[in-house]
């Protein structure tokens, strides 16, 4: 349990990273939410390929709506 609880957060962390291309103002309003979100959906993923699809769906979501754009 403490080692899934580990890996969460640090998957977390990065998600954080990547909430870096939002404006300041927008992350200090929706992070929380944000966080919250990913969260959910990663824990309700059992499979590699679920896990995968959370993060293309995140980091897609991230690069369509922050101003600053990434090149996936």
Request: with cysteine.
């Amino acid at each position: 349990m403490a080692a899934a609880r580990s890996t969460e957060m640090r998957i977390l962390s990065v998600y954080r990273g990547f909430l870096a291309l939002y404006p300041s103002e927008f992350r200090e309003e929706y992070s929380r939410e944000l966080c919250l979100a990913f969260s959910d959906r990663w824990r309700e993923q059992r499979s590699p390929a679920g896990l995968l699809m959370v993060w293309l769906e995140a980091l897609a979501g991230i690069s369509m709506k922050s101003p600053r754009r990434i090149r996936i």
